[in-house]
């Protein structure tokens, strides 16, 4: 068998070598790598790793140096640290973790930072309160906001030590969030002494998606660059045409000094042909890097169904669109439900309204500061019921010893300090014994409690601990109201939690099933980075109601407005060219066959112009 490598297939220099050139202590050279979707960014980031850790083991262990690995999600590091063995000379992190690592211990450079911060804020805040005419929703909230940020700049000088956590809560009068943590990395690390802290510790620096680094961060990466180049390697993988998130620094690559390289990497690895083609023409309005498929890609199936159907109502249309791609594929696992193809919703609500979890999803999502914690799955009521609940439950469908294990390893009742000072642990274990029967009975026969009588159970027999915020709901009592007009937030986050209290436990148990990233259906944006063998996107202006993004105009169904006109001629980035990179990002998924579904209120409108733009052909696209 001929084994044809990289360098073979490719008509550039491979991109693999020319980064392990620059990956050099002696000489460093920056680079930046060009390489569409499935070119194997993170093939090339480890490959180049484990290079430069082969050649140099012994240098960067006798200098106590480590080559520092940035990744954009907790889910990207873990899986280059495991890729790299998890070997101590590489650090790899997420931007906030990194951020935390170089400014923590800062502390008086912090409060200074914070003081002047917070002096701006309020006088910002100040001046809008004065301009409102008359107290409303938004001049309380600022108000509040104006307080809260008054009372932390009277108390900063008491505070000595400053915490954060990047993966945590954040509270407390210390405690700093994720936004102050990069805005300050961004200011110090351009300068001594972070400056050189940095290129001490780490004289090489990869960032993964770079397209998608916060900006004034990567402008600060970028100034350490050209202040020791001579010492510093700055290595930049990522997509500008898979930049998705708002924060990312436009036109990076514009950025990029003459001297660094720029190797590039056009094969694409994951899609069929037809796929490569698609993607192709959808980047071509955007920029001039093309790709091309494996040698022997296999041909792959692209078809877009377009439908007038009203957003939100009848589900049953994916079902019987995923049949059809069952029949135009002849691949027999589209039509096995959902979870024989990855749906892409452009809204976490459109899975809960898919997976009928939209009735815990948003009164959670309604409130501002839960958002995060709902998204990331920390959120304390959510830990309860997914990480508490939930595996007592499924152990009781096993057996008594795995029910009384899962039960052993949760509950406080069972904690071996507890048990120690129980007087009596005999009448202690028939005590946990049967509130587990009272839980387990709430389910039987297929019954499916409210929320409520399950929080219920737990709290009157104490089998699990409940967050005080939900023990606060609960003697309020259930609730379907609207929320309550004011801009307290324990009051809303109680609020919250009465309306779930109201809810059937299966939704709390389909929100479980969506959290462990397991469930057939993910956003367009948090599919970055990730394959899939069959894909159905779905294109929804109207049930995602957002306004970052608009299919209707990218298929011409609506026209741009002149903001968005004036914005793509000054090559500034509009809906338009965001909407693109959003479709190109959840195309370029497929490994096998792609079906996009776009429902809009000109159904015909949209088939024209994908047809006119020649991204798809005529056979390509159902009316249905
Ligand atoms: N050198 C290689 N040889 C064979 N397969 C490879 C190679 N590099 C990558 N692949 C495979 O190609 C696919 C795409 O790789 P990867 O996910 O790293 O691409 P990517 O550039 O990060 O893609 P994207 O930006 O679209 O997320 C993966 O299935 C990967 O295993």
Same mark, same amino acid.
């Given at each position: 068998m001929i084994v044809t490598t990289e360098i073979e297939m490719d008509d550039a220099p491979s991109a693999d070598c020319i980064i392990e050139q620059c990956l050099n202590l002696e000489q460093p050279r920056s680079f930046f790598l060009y390489a569409g979707a499935g070119s194997g960014k993170t093939y090339s980031l480890v490959m180049a790793v484990k290079s430069l850790k082969d050649r140099e083991r012994q240098r960067l262990t006798f200098e106590g140096r480590q080559i520092a690995i940035i990744t954009y999600t907790n889910a990207a590091r873990d899986e280059i640290a495991r890729r790299l063995e998890f070997d101590p000379l590489v650090v790899v992190s997420t931007i906030h973790a990194f951020s935390w690592k170089m400014i923590q211990g800062f502390n008086d450079d912090i409060r200074e930072w914070l003081r002047v911060k917070l002096a701006n804020d309020i006088a910002e805040l100040d001046d809008k309160i004065r301009r409102a005419r008359q107290p409303n929703k938004t001049s309380l909230a600022n108000q509040a906001s104006r307080d809260s940020k008054a009372r932390r700049l009277n108390d $900063?000088?008491?505070?000595?030590t400053f915490t954060y956590s990047p993966t945590g809560d954040n509270r407390g009068r210390q405690a700093l969030n994720h936004t102050e943590v990069i805005q300050m990395a961004a200011q110090f690390i351009p300068e001594p002494p972070l400056l050189n802290i940095l290129a001490d510790r780490h004289p090489v620096l990869l960032i993964d998606e770079s397209q998608d680094t916060n900006g004034p961060l990567m402008d600060a990466f970028l100034r350490v660059q050209a202040q020791v180049s001579d010492r510093f390697c700055l290595g930049l993988l990522g997509d500008m045409m898979q930049r998705i998130y708002n924060d990312g620094k436009e036109r990076l690559d514009e950025s990029i000094p003459d001297d660094w390289a720029k190797p590039e990497k056009?094969?694409?690895?994951?899609?069929?042909t037809r796929i490569v083609d698609l993607i192709n023409v959808i980047r071509a309005n955007a920029d001039t890097h093309q790709q091309k498929p494996k040698p022997g890609a296999i041909e792959g199936t692209v078809r877009m169904f377009c439908t007038q159907q009203a957003p939100g109502q009848d589900f049953s249309l994916e079902a019987r669109i995923a049949e059809r791609m069952a029949e135009v594929t002849g691949d027999p696992t589209w039509a096995s439900g959902t979870a024989g193809r990855k749906t892409l919703i452009l809204e976490h609500k459109m899975a809960g309204r898919r997976m009928g979890f939209e009735g815990v999803f948003t009164p959670l999502y309604n409130v501002d500061h839960l958002r995060t914690g709902l998204l990331d799955g920390t959120l304390p009521i959510l830990k309860l019921f997914f990480e508490r609940v939930a595996p007592i439950l499924q152990a009781a469908q096993k057996d008594s010893f795995t029910l009384m294990e899962a039960v052993r390893l949760r509950s406080p009742l069972l904690d071996p300090s507890y048990m120690k000072d129980a007087p009596d642990q005999l009448a202690l274990l028939e005590k946990v014994g049967s509130a587990v029967q009272t839980l387990c009975e709430l389910f039987s026969n297929d019954h499916d409690p409210l929320i409520e009588a399950v929080a219920q159970v737990l709290f009157e027999t104490s089998l699990l601990d409940l967050p005080d915020r939900l023990i606060e709901a609960m003697l309020a009592g259930a609730t379907d109201e609207a929320p309550p007009e004011t801009t307290d937030r324990e009051a809303l986050e109680t609020h919250a939690y009465r309306m779930l209290l109201g809810r059937p436990y299966s939704e709390m148990a389909a929100l479980a099933d969506y959290a462990d990233e397991l469930s057939p259906f993910d956003t367009h944006q948090g599919v970055k980075g990730l394959e899939f063998p069959r894909v159905m996107v779905i294109i929804n202006d109207e049930e995602a109601g957002?306004? $970052?993004?608009?299919y209707d105009k990218l298929l011409g169904v609506k026209p741009a407005s002149e903001i968005d006109i004036r914005n793509e001629r000054d090559g500034k980035d509009s809906s338009l060219s965001r909407t693109r990179r959003l479709l190109y990002v959840t195309c370029s998924r497929a490994e096998e066959s792609l079906a996009i579904v776009v429902y809009t209120a000109q159904p015909e409108v949209a088939r024209a112009s994908v047809i006119e733009a020649e991204w798809l052909t005529a056979d390509e696209v159902v009316m249905i």
């Open positions: $900063l000088d008491n505070i000595p056009r094969m694409n690895r994951r899609c069929p957002g306004f $970052l993004f608009s």
